[in-house]
Each structure stands twice: as C-alpha cells, then as structure tokens.
C-alpha cells in the first residue's frame, strides 16, 4: 500500500515507483487510483507493477496531487479482476478509492448487516466490504473522516488503510493492535504514507514516523491535518504480526522502530544460543533466510558460507518435464553450491517451515551436494495454527508442526538435527520494536467468527 | 550453449531446462533446435527462455534424441532476430545447427573470402559466418566431423561451439586457448554439453569433465565416438577468459577444475592482503561483489554485514520520473542498509569498474546512509582496453581505467580509498584453475584485424 | 446480449457462439457470467470476443446450464473494465448477473435515491444502477421475479434486460415501449434469449418469438414458466428504435415481425419513389447502404452497380502518414470502383449522415473517380437531435442536419443532388413490424431528465 | 509486394499503407525492407500487417527513400520467421532485399547447383534460393542489373520479384510469361511498384502500366532508369494465371488492362449464357461470387438478391463446440437471409469448387432456409489439376473436379442442377486482357520437376 499527498501533480508516478519498491508484499495484482477533479480515476489489472503500467497508461492518470496505490497478495486464492485494489467507491456526497492490507475477520458480518440494510455487492473481498461500509458511513456523517472513524471502529481484526476522499485527503487508519506495518514519509514535494519504510527510501522520501496503532491521520496539501489514536485494541494479546520481521518485510526497511535486518540478525544470534551445534559451517536459504544465518555465525563463532546459489531469472517459469532429470526443480531454484558443502557438517537457517516439502528437497539436497550432516535451525517457532489476520498459510491440517512433533519433523525432512527458535527468543530478538506482538500462529487463540 | 545427445526423445525439454539455468549469459534472446528425421526444426525468438518458450512450442518439437540451444548476449548491439541462434544452414548433403559463445576475430576476413567464392550472408553475427565455413568444408570434405574440423582450423579468436549435424551426431568444440568453457555431463538418459556446470545440476545431470582448449568431441547416441585435442593455441599469451571467474559464471559452476565461488572467495581474500585497511565492517555489491566480500572478510578479520537490499522485481521495469524523488533509480535497485552502515567506516568489495557511474552512485548512496569511510576494492585489476574475445565491454573511451589514475578514479567515485586486486593476485586466487588466463583486457594486446 | 438456459452443461460455449454474431452490436468489450452452484462467475475484458475468451478460459466456465453474455457498446466515451456486463453483484439472500442494452433516463435520479438509502457505486454505466436497484428489491421482495419487476417499474427510458439469478432462472425484461429489440429461440437443448435472431441461427436455434414491449420472461431448466406482459408503456409517442432497422441490426435478423433487410430494401425502394434522378447507375456505401440500394435500384429500374471496393482486413488499423498520399485513410477503406462509375452519373445510397465528413469524402472520392454526378439518397430523415435512449450518436452541435438546411448540407458534401427519406415513408418501409417506432431523432423531444 | 522510390524519406510507410490494402494476398506474415546509407535493414514477423507494424518500429525504418514489402502467403504450409520476406542477402560487393510472388519450378535444382559450389542454405522457400542465386551473380558481374537478370534468365515458372539493391536501385522484374501481376505507380513524391493497382488508389498513386512480362525494370530516385523486355517466355502456352481474374486480385485492381471487377461481372453474364436457368432470383457467395451474380443477374434478366450475411468480425475466431448447436460453423460466418429465399428457385454464384465440402454445406444451408430449388453456378471451369506456379491449392487428390464427373459432383453437394463456365468463356469475359493466360489447372501439363 502507498498513499502520496504532495503539492505537486505528480502522485501516480511517485506511487508506482513506491509500488515497484514493495512488489514482495504481492505479486498478483496492482492498481492506482487518482483524483481528478472530484472524480477519482483508477488503473488496475492482474501482473506484476511493471506489467500493468506502462509510461503510457501512467502518463494519463500521472497529473494529480493525490493517489493510492496497492500491490495484490491473494488471502484466498481468488485473484479475479473484479478483486483488485484501489476500490472506487462512490456514495451520495463523495468518493473515495480505499486500499487495506490484513485480513478483517468480522467482515462477512458486516456484509450481513450492510446487506440487510440493502446494500449489494459485486465483489468476494473483504476490502469491498470496508469501502462499502466507509461510504456508508461517510453519507450518513456527511463527513470522510467522521465516516472513516465509525467505519473503523466496527471492523475488527488486522487492518491498515489508506483513503483517498474526494474531499481531497489522503486517511491513513491502522488497527487498535497494530497488525501490519504502516508508515509516513516527508520529501520536497509533500507527504506519503507506505506500508514499508524501504518504498520511502526508493522514492528519496525521509522517514518520519511510524503510524500508531489505532491512529487515524489525515493529510491535506502534503501536511497532516489531523492525528489521532482513536481506534481501541480490542484484544489485549494481539499486537503487530511478529511475520513482518521473520518473512514479509524487505530487510531494509524499518518498522515500528526496529531494523528488518536487525531482528532478523537478531534471531540468528538467538538460534544460535538456544540450539548451539557443532558444525563446520552455516549457511541460509536464500533469500529469507540469509539474515538470520549471519546472525547465527556470528554468535557461534562458526563461518558463514554460500550454501545455495540461486537462479534470480526462474520467477514464474514453467520446468518442461522429462524422465530424463531427477528432482530438477529445486536444483533449478536453488543449486548446492558443492564447494562449500563437501564433507561438511552444515547448520542450515530458514525463516520458516510449513508444508515440511521444501525444507525435505533442500536438505536432501544439500546431502547429495556432499554434506556430512544438516543441522535445520529456524528462526521463527513451529508453525501450528492457521492466520485469520492476513497471512496467506495453508490450512491447518497442511502445517507439519500442527500435526507432528520435532522428532517427527527432523526425520521427515532428513536432518541431522532441528531446532526452532523459542517464542520467548523470537521476542528477545525483536525486543526493541515499539509494540507487543501477535504470535497466535504460534499459539494459537479461538475460533473465527465468518 | 547447451545441446543434448540422448537415447530417449525429450532433447528439446532437457536443453530447455539447461538454458533456464544459464539466463545469466545472456537475455536478449533464445532458440532451440532439435533433430527431426533428417530435417533441422528450430524455434527461435528475442525475449528471455521463459518467454519464447511455452508448454506448446517446446511439446512441438521434443520429440527428438538431439538438440542444441542458445542464450544470446548482444556483444554488437544489433539483436535481430535474424542474428539469433542456433543458425541452421543446409548444404549439399546435410544440414546442421550451430550454437557459438565467443567472439571470431578474423571473421571479417572469412566472410570476405566466402563472398569471393560466391556464398552470400543473410544476419550481422559471426555465428552465421561460422556456421557458412562449417556448411562449406562439410559439402567439400563429404563429413561433418571432418568439415568442422576444417572450419575450426580456420578461425581465430574465441569460440566454443556445439553443432547438431543432420549425420545424428552432436559435434563440440572449444578453441586452441580454452578462452570460453565447455563442459560434459552425463545422466541416465545420455550426454549433454554445456557451457557451465551448472546447467548439468539443473538437469541432474553429472559432471565428467571439461572440454580441453582445442579438443573436439563427438557424440552419437549418447555416447563419445571420437575426442581429440586438434586445433592448435594460436597465440600463446591467450587462454581462458579470467572473467568468468571475476564476473560471468554462476558462482556454483566449476570451470577448468576451479569452483566458481572459491576463486571469487579466494579473490576476496587475496584483495584482503593486497590492499588492507582499518575498517568497521565489509559489504559485498549484490550480486557479484558478494562471494569476494565474504573472502576478504574471512581473511581480514572484519565483520561482513549486508550493506544493500536489491529489489528482485525490478528486472526491466522502467521508472517513471518524477521531480519528487531525488536519485530514486539506484535505490529503487540497489537500497542501503541504514542499520548496517551508520557511523561505520566500510570496505566496499565488488567485481569491476568499467565506466565508473555506477560505483560514484553507489558510494554516494552508502555515505547518504550514514557510512563514516568507504574503501573500495575491486576483485579485478582496472578495466584498461578493449575486449575482442566476446565481453560485451563498452568502447576503450569509456573506460574510465583507461583515462584516469588510481587517484582520479578513488576521486571521482567519492571512495575513502581505492584498491583492485593485482594481476597477479588474481592469477593467484584461481590457480587451481587448469588453464592459463586471458587478462589482456587488464594488460592490452595488438590491434583487432576486420 | 445473449442468455441460456439449457438441459445440458454448455451454456457459456453456446453463450460465446452467440456473441460472436452480435459482435456488430459492440467491439469495446464482452463478458459472460454463468451460475456455478450458487456462485456467479464471471470473465469479461475489454476487447472482442475472440480476444477476450480463449478456449482455455471459457473452458474453466462452460459447465454450467444458465450463462448470460453481453457486448459492450459504449454510449459514454468511458470504457473501462469497471463498466463491462455481466454486472454480478450479491445482496442478503441471493445473487444475479445482469446485462443491459439501452438507456435508462432516470439513472441518475435512481442512482441518488439508492446512495440517500446508503448504497453505493463502483462503476459509471447504467447497468450498475439497474443491477444495484435489482438487487435492491430482490433483496427486499426476498424473491427474484418480484425483485425484477419492481426494480423494471421503476426504470424510465430504454432497457431491454436479462438477469441471470442464483435462484436457477433466467429472467429476461423488455420496457414497455420495446425500444431495443429482444427474443427468444429454442434449440434441441433448452431456450435462449438473444438481441437479435442472427444470433439464433448461429447457434442453430430455432427463432419462437420477440419480447413483447413490457414483458417479463422467466426460463428455468429450459422452459418458460412465466410471461407476461407487466411493464407499462410511459411515453405514448416512443416505440421501437426505427434505426435498428436503418442501421444497427445484421441484415439477416427478424426484429418483430419484419425482416430487417426486408425494410431496408423497402427504404430504397421508398426513396426511389420520393426522389427518383435521371442517373446511370445506383451504388450503396458499404456495407449499411448496401440493401437499400438493392431496392433503389429494383424500384427505379436504373442498374445497380458496386461503387467501393472496401477492404475487410482494415479494421482498427492505423494508417501511417506520408507526405507523399493524398487522402489515403478514406481509399484504404474504401476504394472507387472507377470501370463502374467512369462518365457516369450515379445516385450513392448510404443510411445516414451524422456529421457530413465522410460523406463528404466519398463524393469526393467517386468524383476523382471519374462519376459525372452524384445523387446522394439517404435512407432515414434528417439526424436532428440527440437520442437518449442509447443511440451513441454526437452532440447534437455535430450533427450536420441540426445546424443546416438541405440546400447547405448537398453543398458541403458535394452532391449534385440531396434526397432524405420522409420520416412517413421510413415508416411505410417498415410497415410490416408489430410496434410503432420511435423516431424521436428526427423530430426531437423533452429535455432529458438526469 | 510493394516498392518505393521516392525523392522523399518516407518510402516504410508508404509500403506499410501498400501493403494494408493487398493484405487479401497473404495474410500469415509480412515484412519490410529499407535501405539506411549501404544498410539494408528489415522489420518482419508472423501476423496481419496491423498487427506486425506498430507507429514505433515503422517510424524507427522510416526515414529512407527507397523500400520493398511483401505479404506472405503460404504456399507449403511451414510459416516459420525463417522464410518471411522480404530477404535480406549480402554479398562480396553489396546488399539486396528481395521480395517475390509465384514459384519458381526449378528452384530445387538451382539450390543444388549453388549448393555444389558450396553455397548453403537456412530457410526452406524459393525466395531464398532467387536471392541467393541473384547475390551470387550480382557478385560475378560486379553489378546488381547485370546480376538481376542474369539470375531470372535462370529461373522457370512463375516469379515475379522487386528487388531493392544497395547501388540504390529498385529492380523490378516479371517473368516471361507474366504469372503474376506487377504495375508501376507514380505520385508526387516518386515512383512504386506494386502487385496490384488497389494499392496505388489507397496511397493517391496514379497507376502508370504495368510491367510487361519478361520486362526488368530499374528506377533511381523515383524515375525509371531502365526498362526493357530481356526474359523470353519459356513455355508458349503460359501467360497470366486467369485465377487473379477469377478470385485472388481484389475487384477495384486494374491487371493487364482489364478491370478484375468488370471480369467477374463478364464471367456472370458468360453463365448465364452457357447455363441459363428458370429461377426466381440470383445470388452470390459472398465475397468473391458477388461480381459475377451481378452479372449473371444482369444478362439472365432475373432479380439479385442477397442470400446471405457474412459475419465481418468472424476472422480467425474459433467457434466453440457444444452439442446444443447444429452445424454452427458455416452458419457462424455466413447466414442465409431466409427473407429473400423462402419458396424461390435460386441461381447461386460461387468463383471455385475445390473440395467440394463447403458449397455442400453452402447449399444445404441455403435449403434449410427455404430455398425451393438451388442451381449451383461457377465462374471458373472444373479445377482438376495442381498449380505448380504459385497457387496454394489442395493436391490433385483432394480436388473433388479431379475424381468426380459433373453429376457425381452436382449430387455430392445437394444443387438441382450444376454448371461451370467453359474455359472458352472465361476467356472471352477476360478478353481484353493484354495477355494470353494460363488455364493449366483446368486442362493439365507435365509434371513438375523438383
């Protein structure tokens, strides 16, 4: 998600480049709405930023103060156009274009109500029903930002926001517990507010200032004209989803007031206290897991090596299937670089273990590369309950750690040994974010109300 | 360059895969050509491997025991698709399809001569001039190994080749000086060639060996008929190219008996005990600073931290400009690492200087996030002259190695200090390396003969 | 627009079929949605229908009995996908997909009444209001048929409807003075409702009957379970669109009653009679022009020529422009057939004149050809005023015959000779269809209600 | 094929706008050549005209006065990039761009001949064996007309060629018997060369003559700088292919001093004085039997009608297979219009029966629609012999005229009654056509060598 207020006419331009800058947040999907005028005109389709603009198409939404702009990561598998973010919303007084990032979990109650109440929708996503509410509200208060407060203060689970109002503000709402990341950022020409720090740093924008959990901030003419925490914290063991540092965010970018890098590195040195091994060498999966793997060679005194190099051209490419190779697919990804491995004990970190397929493949093959042993460190605890607040994991019954203990994974995944960082060491190694945080994918916490 | 010689019917799909694992020499273009009966069928086209080839085109033409593939790197700027290859050329009593890395230096000249005997040309590349020579010495000498050989002999300059002939045999050859690899692999279903090794990891395929500086190979169903060491080192000062160990190869191939990740390591290392410094940290320039960065570390005793966080999307994504942004193209690639650099005085490794631009940028931007001091090191000796042997280097004016002193340059690009590896040390760094090296684009040579 | 519901599960395929016929009816963009168990899903894009669907694509929907499909033609200038049909939209208890062809003048006016009850709006076409209003009283009515009904009641204007609903029934409307055409077929696997019967015959449905103005259809699993003509007429002076006749309908449809080339061979017939010429020859402007030039002919008794040879694969190319051409664009559509108008004078019959230049430029054309005189015939009166009803005609200030007498517009275009048909003889051309017309183009009306 | 001289740099576009009006010549790809200082450079791909141009890779070859282009049209089924044109060639002393229309019967044995002098070959069409063999003597004679015709004296069959040489010269030549059509055109801005005389009347061109056969002619900075009758006609009963006549040129081209237009109409009133018939009216299969209906109208004296609509927008479209639908697929792209024929005896004029399969299907759709009686007229003689000069029709096996008598053949397709015109009278509708002609698809000749 961006948002740019700035006081000249040239917000589409700046929220692309900001777009391209966290297009790790979503690959499905991108979109920018623009006002112009009192109307507010939206550009969006499904492919990667550089795919859906063109210098073509950006040039003719480019002329304008204000735009919001959303990468799509697909919570449920449907990626249909009709699902795309910004959505434009019109009600009796106004527009606005909203973008949200997380995962409302009343939101089919709300439709419920919102339906019985005679509205319709054409949508399958929970962001339709946050507009649809927005404006509803809006029309009702005769004002964005009183609408936007009512609105928000129904919804309930992760959410952050960003409303581009016809009243030519730009809203920027995040959740009571801080969920998801979301931050403001000053250059010459105004403010933007982003999901992630690096997109201020890809735009030449300074930081300023994380948004508070519960905040509500208004900014007009790229100047805040209203901050607020407003919104309560519904649930006193929520808190901002400890994933962003083990796996969403770019390590570059800062949030809440702790460096990506930092904690990552953090986790790695904490690993390597709570699972020290003897070894010769460590290595990280690329690329979520390199961090980490710095971390824990640091503080074991053991060398870091290359364990993998990987293929950066692959993407989406299609393997051609032959009888001819054997398991070429993640050698294709990821090839063992031998040199490194023969004969070697090895403590190899990742960010994380799901399916348990993955980690199976590379282990394997790491040991047919010539390592002597696999010792699997991982920087975030066992992975046991699904996410109702935004992050797309399997279904339970697909987590391994929801259905086997250590022992049992170790051996499924051929390692010589497996260790998982503790919760309490995961905090450890983010102690100095700003913010409690929602580790119940670890722990796990009652049902969800649909 | 990749071509596969199997007992079973799925070249196309093999070649493929290998050519995916080798986008990184090259993405302008690619093509496969298989053998069909006693017909050449070849799919062709600008665009990466991922691109050009679909589930479709490739179940066309896979069922074949034989084909050859191509990743073509402009070293011209002319990137036709009438110059992609392979090029497959039908004479008298035959056809075949030619694949070429490299750079012929008298092709000029034996075009010149073909011409004068009547023959005539359709592209701009060498390729389609070698494949001439080839298709002419095979009508005359009534053989394919036979008119190949005579074809080789001709040529000067750099260039391994791999020719599907329609006598169902896969000829490969690499010039008298070895100046690009080449290299065997062997799995269940037959023999493949390629131009690095890990191509046949890809596959799943072993590595045999290398093909030696002026060998020919043949293979027919999957197994060598013939291989001998014909073609004579034409200058003795030649041999393979050392940038391939500096720059173009994957780090997790072997060349020649040396590991790619060793020799840039050792490359690292050996930069450590040539230009030493007082420093706080080292970060390697992603990605092909990276592996020295982690040798110089290891030698000096400093830390290696990451000091930059690349945006994997950004491929050939355009940015739109803005005057909002101050010098967002570079950190919209290539972002600092705040929390690594403030305060700290950095060694800066990464593999070459050629214009010059690139490094001012990004020395400026480290000193933007804080570094103290920047030292760089560069893991090659300055970039002097004019390659004529297939690195697609920029004009001898550009060079700004070329131009300026030591001093000059450090000033210029804003580095505390300067250091490059010297010749010797980087000799050195890949002395396990079979071969001796090319470095006379560090050294200089005679001029070029067209 | 097209909708089927069949026995068997082939309804987006035969769907597609359809719109393939009616591509004439629109080129911005297409769309079909189909039931899936209580899902509505939907693929719609701008483009044409060949674009648009591919095999694969209508494959992932084609299981279904009940599909609707519409061809967008847009009245509005904006075309973006947020506007194409099928509009699915979801309300408390139920889904439809809609599709609209017409014009409804008390959208805005619905459209604010629906926002002051809190609903609100993504798209800026007509249909989103009629779905929305639908949805509306679906929702309260808690039945589909009943929701419709209400919901057409209160629409004003140009609407001819079919909804597909999750109650399994497509329900198909047609305002009361039938301004759009509308009707019904029946094939060997169930029913379908189509714009015009080419369509049917496509498909190899066999034509039942029209929508009589003010009818309701309700087809399930096949079968008409009810009909009944509900709606009723508001405006005594309107009727069917006479311009279906002249312009917009294929020439192999029946639109109640009359066989469209039937009236538009009696439209040339007609003008023969109102403005018979001394003349050599008669041509048609192809293609619309064509069959009333049959009739001029067979009615005057003078030959009938072919004036143009018109090039079929131009479509939406663009011409490049050289100094060297004079008036290439129109002769690359449309190129005078010189050896059949040569020293002749010749009476041109075309449909319509909108704004005068293209006629003005194929006077001129046929004149450098060679014809001595041009008698332009015009089979429809003067285009005077704007239609509200959905004819995508220009502001009225553009219409040549809104600001000039009869005398002037032969001058600007000409011709030797002018002859409009009388808005009485357009209608004895088209005596033989059941409905009166609207002709309210010719001889204008109130102003517009917005 | 087109080609420009022009005094003005602007000869790609106006062979671009050539080519868009003789895209019914070929339509599977397309190509352009413009000579850029002793460059040649080339723009070519697979598609439509429209499709492989865009604004940006024409204007990028725009800027040069002298260019060629050329449609393809495929006469062996393999449409590869490979064999486009036009054919860029260089040899010892210069470049040519050759583009040509025909076939050349000896071209298997000239590729031999080149090929034992030790030429080889890449593609697989005859085009690259002329431009071959015209390279070839270009070189001997140090001169590209010497070298012109020096090759053509080789070549048999039919070829007509343009050939744009680096001397600056546009060549254009026409074999001795005049197969296929070739004209002169001149403009204010120069001189071009073109297929046909439609694409001189789309860029204002004025038509000058046409090229003789066995005539070479050489134009320089838009002037005719050599003109003479050189190739002498190798086979005496050859001339013009009739067929241009019957149904490749477009109507409004004027071939050998008759108009195509008035030779259809000339072949309809031939049939209807060879094959008269009591019948209630006449119509055409659209678009290529609607020339001669006219004129079989005309002399029979019966009414024309239109039987049919063809769907404009159908092109490559596929159509969907469901069960529900009958026969869809002829019905799809053209519709009988049953208002014209219900209860009448019919004359029905098509250009060709070839397999005999689609007027079946023609004939029973026109009696599904009501038609009483069909009388299948055809306004081309039985075509029962294999084309070896250019025309791709199916092999002699397939042709239903080359195993079925007149009766079986009226049967097969369902007609009451069948007659073709006489080669006699298709001589004589074509008789003030400067040229003899060749019919030897309807009477035979020797076999082909290859």
């Known amino acids: 998600m961006f948002g740019a207020s700035l006081f000249v006419q040239e917000a589409a331009g700046l929220t692309y480049n900001g777009l391209l800058s966290m297009q790790h947040r979503g690959q499905e999907g991108t979109g920018i709405a623009v006002l112009s005028g009192s109307n507010i005109v939206?550009?969006?389709?499904?492919?990667?930023?550089?795919?859906?603009?063109?210098?073509?198409?950006?040039?003719?939404?480019?002329?304008?103060?204000?735009?919001?702009?959303?990468?799509?990561?697909?919570?449920?598998?449907?990626?249909?156009h009709i699902n795309l973010q910004p959505f434009v919303t019109e009600y009796l007084t106004g527009r606005i274009a909203a973008v949200h990032n997380g995962n409302v979990t009343n939101a089919g109650k709300i439709k419920r109500q919102l339906m019985a109440r005679g509205l319709n929708f054409n949508a399958t996503s929970d962001t339709e029903v946050i507009a649809s509410l927005i404006a509803y509200h809006c029309m009702r208060e005769k004002d964005a930002l009183k609408g936007v407060i009512r609105a928000a203060d129904e919804?309930?689970?992760?959410?952050?926001?960003?409303?581009?109002?016809s009243e030519k503000k730009l809203i920027a709402v995040r959740d009571g517990s801080g969920y998801r990341p979301l931050c403001i950022g000053r250059g010459p020409a105004g403010l933007v507010v982003a999901s992630e720090s690096c997109a201020l740093d890809s735009c030449g924008f300074r930081f300023v200032r994380d948004v508070r959990p519960g905040?509500?901030?208004?900014?007009?003419?790229?100047?805040?004209?209203?901050?607020?925490?407003?919104?309560?914290?519904?649930?006193?063991?929520?808190?901002?989803?400890?994933?962003?540092?083990?796996?969403?965010?770019?390590?570059?970018?800062?949030?809440?007031g702790l460096s990506v890098y930092e904690a990552r590195y953090n986790m790695g040195r904490m690993l390597a206290r709570e699972h020290p091994v003897t070894a010769d060498a460590v290595c990280g999966v690329p690329d979520s897991g390199l961090e980490a793997a710095i971390g824990y060679a640091s503080e074991s005194g053991l060398p870091l090596v290359s364990g993998f190099v990987k293929n950066r051209y692959i993407g989406r490419s299609f393997i051609f299937p032959t009888q001819s190779e054997r398991e070429s697919a993640v050698k294709m990804k990821l090839n063992p670089l031998r040199a490194n491995l023969q004969g070697k004990s090895i403590v190899l970190?990742?960010?994380?273990?799901?399916?348990?397929?993955?980690?199976?493949?590379?282990?394997?093959?790491?040991?047919?590369?010539?390592?002597?042993?696999?010792?699997?460190?991982?920087?975030?605890?066992?992975?046991?309950?699904?996410?109702?607040?935004?992050?797309?994991?399997?279904?339970?019954?697909?987590?391994?750690?929801?259905?086997?203990?250590?022992?049992?994974?170790?051996?499924?995944?051929?390692a010589d040994s497996l260790g998982y960082i503790s919760i309490g060491g995961l905090k450890a190694a983010c102690e100095k974010a700003a913010l409690p945080f929602c580790t119940k994918c670890f722990t796990g916490h009652g049902q969800k109300e649909r």
């Open 42 to 80: 939206c550009h969006k389709d499904t492919g990667l930023v550089n795919e859906v603009f063109t210098r073509e198409n950006l040039g003719k939404i480019h002329k304008s103060k204000l735009a919001v702009g959303h990468n799509r990561y697909s919570t449920t598998g449907r990626s249909a």
């Open 349 to 414: 970190v990742d960010d994380s273990i799901v399916r348990g397929t993955t980690s199976e493949k590379i282990v394997t093959a790491l040991k047919q590369a010539g390592a002597r042993e696999v010792h699997m460190r991982i920087s975030s605890p066992p992975f046991r309950y699904a996410c109702y607040f935004g992050t797309d994991i399997d279904t339970e019954e697909n987590l391994i750690a929801n259905k086997m203990e250590l022992a049992a994974i170790r051996d499924k995944i051929g």
């Open 155 to 165: 919804l309930e689970g992760a959410f952050t926001l960003i409303i581009l109002s």
């Open 215 to 256: 905040e509500v901030v208004v900014i007009e003419n790229g100047e805040i004209i209203f901050e607020e925490v407003i919104l309560e914290k519904k649930d006193p063991s929520s808190g901002l989803c400890i994933f962003e540092y083990v796996y969403f965010a770019r390590p570059d970018s800062n949030i809440d």
